[in-house]
């Protein structure tokens, strides 16, 4: 099993292009998250899905759109990038069987630079 | 929303001594409590959790302790190795399908020999 997929791993973007982080896991989870890493803040939820057809905001969304189209896949996308928007980004899943919580698997992470 | 703290921001310890790191949380109905660790380059790996019905929780060198009453839960690592040496992160959430991590700030931990 590959886990969870992300790719880019790195990228440069002006200020105002756009871009989409792609996310990918083969565990079929329903439940899968952005998070944004940035030093001394630790990991902010940007969006997060509990399965295919539903999105929700997380504590950081502005700026970033998803959706969610199949089960395995969940990209974010960046419309309009900004220098506030260099982090390290995040992607992970995890299934919601019954009521408990279980592990969440992150991916290897994007490192986005907006100059 | 739920809100969590953790400390120290850096813990440097020698090899073989033990490391405690701490969190708080604020909202009284998180009833689950992951710790994750993070190498350098890589994404967060869950190390050990709790749940609200347990206080503690012990895998080999690592051991969480969770106080409800206080709202705060502990990472230790006895016999610490220089294997040790990475980020570890505390979260808190509510369990159910649409529960949502709260992490803290993050600790770096560095074991020296």
């Known amino acids: 099993n590959a886990g969870v997929t992300q790719t880019p791993k790195f990228q440069v973007l002006k200020t105002g292009q756009s871009m989409t982080l792609q996310c990918a896991q083969d565990?079929?989870?329903?439940?899968m998250s952005w998070y944004r890493q940035d030093p001394g803040m630790g990991l902010r939820l940007i969006h997060y899905s509990v399965g295919a057809g539903i999105t929700d905001q997380g504590e950081v969304p502005n700026g970033y759109n998803v959706s969610r189209s199949t089960t395995e896949d969940f990209p974010l996308r960046l419309l309009s990038a900004a220098p506030s928007q260099t982090s390290v980004y995040f992607c992970?899943?995890?299934?919601?069987?019954?009521?408990?919580?279980?592990?969440?698997?992150f991916g290897q992470g994007t490192r986005l630079t907006v100059v | 929303g739920e809100n969590v703290e953790q400390h120290p921001s850096t813990l440097s310890v020698q090899e073989g001594d033990s490391a405690v790191i701490k969190c708080t949380y604020s909202?009284?109905?998180?009833?689950?409590f992951p710790w994750y660790k993070q190498e350098l380059g890589k994404g967060p790996q869950l190390i050990i959790d709790?749940?609200?019905?347990?206080g503690e929780k012990k895998d080999q060198r690592i051991a969480v302790t969770l106080n409800k009453t206080a709202k705060h839960f502990s990472l230790h690592i006895t016999e610490t190795q220089p294997e040790d040496s990475a980020v570890y992160f505390c979260a808190a959430s509510l369990t159910g399908t649409a529960s949502k991590l709260t992490f803290g700030t993050g600790t770096r931990l560095q074991v020296t020999l």
């Open positions: 909202d009284s109905a998180s009833n689950y």
């Open positions: 709790i749940r609200s019905n347990v």
């Open positions: 992970a899943s995890r299934t919601t069987g019954g009521v408990l919580d279980t592990e969440a698997f």
């Open positions: 565990m079929n989870h329903e439940y």
